[in-house]
């Protein structure tokens, strides 16, 4: 499939995840980047003279959220949290970034860009609470038509081991609460712990191949999710 914008024809793409290279970034372009079935992620610690990678996965990580796997333990555990949407996105952000995080990625460049798409409404977060209002976890992603591309989860081990699988429920919850089918949570590549939810991995071009459908879908009301306030997901 031909892909529109800066990034030509997906046809032309290399046969590997890392499909360009830029210096510059911003909310437009990683806009176009999404649509055209790209994510950003900075080149830290590497030898390429760019700062940002542009990554289309050969093997994309993905999640149905009617394919989500709902343990019966996790089912129990939800029940300790309460979970909100769009109430603390900076709070979320700095958890995604905590320096501390093995293979941490989410630098300055992320931080501006993102929270900007916040604020035009593209990027939402997800937010997991204590009974005593601590944080305990989250994610965030952007939102275009029925694609929720999953940037970064993160759960604080001391309050909330299973609260960024949470807050995972709440997104699907939120994704198929209107009864849309057919929206897709892309979740960039499926590792070992997002393959125990559910997540599957497809070729990037039949990714591709259903990208355009997908982004014609509604995009869920998330004004309407945010106004509901903290909630059992």
């Known amino acids: 499939m031909s892909r529109p914008g800066i990034f030509g024809p997906a046809r032309d793409w ?11 970034i911003d909310p437009d372009l990683v806009v176009l980047a999404y649509r055209c079935g790209v994510f950003p992620m900075p080149l830290h610690n590497s030898w390429f003279p760019a700062r940002m990678g542009w990554w289309s996965p050969m093997r994309r990580g993905v999640l149905l959220p009617d394919g989500m796997r709902v343990t019966r333990s996790l089912r129990k555990a939800a029940h300790h949290y309460t979970t909100t949407v769009d109430a603390a996105f900076e709070q979320v952000l700095v958890g995604c970034a905590d320096p501390a995080r093995p293979h941490g990625w989410i630098d300055d460049d992320i931080v501006g860009v ?65 009864e849309v089918p057919d ?42 999710e945010a106004s509901q306030g903290p909630r059992v997901a």
């Open 14 to 24: 290399p046969a590997q995840d890392l499909i360009g290279l830029s210096d510059e």
């Open 114 to 178: 993102f929270t900007e798409l916040h604020r035009r409404g593209v990027v939402h977060s997800i937010e997991t609470w204590t009974p005593d209002g601590r944080l305990a976890g989250g994610l965030y992603g952007v939102s275009i038509g029925g694609l929720f591309a999953g940037e970064s989860m993160f759960h604080d081990a001391a309050i909330g081991r299973d609260a960024s699988k949470v807050a995972l429920l709440r997104l699907v919850a939120a994704l198929t609460g209107d």
């Open 183 to 224: 929206r897709i949570i892309d979740v960039q590549w499926r590792t070992d712990h997002l393959g125990t939810l559910g997540a599957i991995e497809i070729d990037r071009d039949e990714y591709l191949s259903v990208l355009d459908e997908t982004l014609a879908l509604p995009t869920p009301d998330w004004a309407a």
